[in-house]
Nanobody
Framework: QTQFVESGGGLVQAGGSLRLSCAFSGSGFDFYNIGWFRQAPGKEREGVSCISSSGGSTNYADSVKGRFTISRDNAKNTVYLQMNSLEPEDSGVYYC????????????????????WGQGTQVTVSS
């Protein structure tokens, strides 16, 4: 059974940086497109960034373009999200998942392939 474990969250001041990690256990990691999602209290979960199985294609939500960078290391079965210039609006629980598409017809990260979510990692940005 495949599983994703998110880590790297924390409390940071506005303008600061964090690097999130998404570790995958199971087989076939390098066949999966992977996405980072976040959910703030009272809001729906939203796609933040996605990366293709090879790492050659990436996609970002407009709100994080130029500030966040997604990458992956298939040898380590891990996807990263480098978050710079953090804003209070970036606060929330961050999750990763395999996704159907890196970019759907709306230009957004595709939906989760499985609909299953791990515990996520909390990111809190203070103003």
């Amino acid at each position: 059974q495949t599983q994703f474990v998110e880590s790297g969250g924390g409390l940071v001041q506005a303008g600061g940086s964090l690097r999130l990690s998404c570790a995958f256990s199971g087989s076939g990691f390098d066949f999966y497109n992977i996405g980072w999602f976040r959910q703030a209290p009272g809001k729906e979960r939203e796609g933040v960034s996605c990366i293709s199985s090879s790492g050659g294609s990436t996609n970002y939500a407009d709100s994080v373009k130029g500030r966040f960078t997604i990458s992956r290391d298939n040898a380590k079965n891990t996807v990263y999200l480098q978050m710079n210039s953090l804003e209070p609006e970036d606060s929330g629980v961050y999750y990763c998942s395999s996704v159907v598409l890196v970019r759907d017809y709306n230009g957004r990260c595709g939906a989760s392939l499985t609909g299953r979510w791990g515990q996520g990692t909390q990111v809190t940005v203070s103003s």
